[in-house]
């Protein structure tokens, strides 16, 4: 079992920078495959970025050169930040550890960027 919460969710300007957490919990965190999800109202969830145990990561084109995700191992936590922020970037953001080929979900944590 894994347990993730998400935070650092909120509101900010097009423009603006955020930077995401996820904690986790319940098992050896370096070995976890994490990733970032959103979701906006009315549309499928979507992959946003993924980072491996490694520290390999993958972005999604639409985020490419504007955020960064991170892991620190000694923490067990992992980072998205998010700079350059749209209004379609609005959406709540979900965390996702993968273990042994299941997939563990954390809360997720709204981002709203609007003026």
């Known amino acids: 079992q894994v347990q993730l919460v998400e935070s650092g969710g909120g509101l900010v300007q097009p423009g603006g920078s955020l930077r995401l957490s996820c904690a986790a919990s319940?098992?050896?965190?370096?070995?976890?495959?994490m990733g970032w999800y959103r979701q906006a109202p009315g549309k499928q969830r979507e992959l946003v970025a993924t980072?491996?145990?490694?520290?390999?990561?993958t972005y999604a084109d639409s985020v490419k050169g504007r955020f960064t995700i991170s892991r620190d191992n000694a923490k067990n936590t992992v980072y998205l930040q998010m700079n350059s922020l749209k209004p379609e970037d609005t959406a709540v953001y979900h965390c996702?550890?993968?273990?042994?080929?299941?997939?563990?979900w954390g809360q997720g944590t709204q981002v709203t960027v609007s003026s």
């Open positions: 319940g098992s050896r965190f370096s070995i976890l495959a």
């Open positions: 980072i491996t145990g490694s520290s390999s990561t």
């Open positions: 996702r550890a993968r273990l042994s080929g299941t997939d563990y």
